[in-house]
Nanobody
Framework: VQLQASGGGLVQAGGSLRLSCAAS????????MGWFRQAPGKERTLVSN????????AYADSVKGRFTISRDNAKKTVYLQMNSLKPEDTAVYYC????????????WGQGTQVTVSS
């Protein structure tokens, strides 16, 4: 499975960005997909994840109410809509895929930089 993340950029505080992650190979609709982020000097943390059907999702407390994860299994793509961005959202964002029954995310995209200016 290969993942290609895109959509990052520079935005002012309060603005919005939409990240996309396109998958190739594998059975996309069976994978739980996650978005992670890593700020300079900090550990990579889970921002949001969504199950294979798209019917269940979860969010880190820091982004609840501002970010929305979604997926289009026909397009093999997962999205992260980010609204009301804050400077503390600045990080490299990674998408990842986890196969059914796996306890960890096995496939990772290359990361896309999100920078929020104050």
């Amino acid at each position: 499975v290969q993942l290609q993340a895109s959509g990052g950029g520079l935005v002012q505080a309060g603005g919005s960005l939409r990240l996309s992650c396109a998958a190739s190979g594998g059975i996309f609709s069976s994978y739980r997909m996650g978005w992670f982020r890593q700020a300079p000097g900090k550990e990579r943390t889970l921002v949001s994840n969504i199950n294979g059907s798209g019917g269940s999702s979860a969010y880190a407390d820091s982004v609840k109410g501002r970010f929305t994860i979604s997926r289009d299994n026909a397009k093999k793509t997962v999205y992260l809509q980010m609204n009301s961005l804050k400077p503390e959202d600045t990080a490299v964002y990674y998408c990842a895929a986890r196969r059914p029954g796996s306890i960890s995310y096995e496939y990772w995209g290359q990361g896309t930089q999100v920078t929020v200016s104050s």
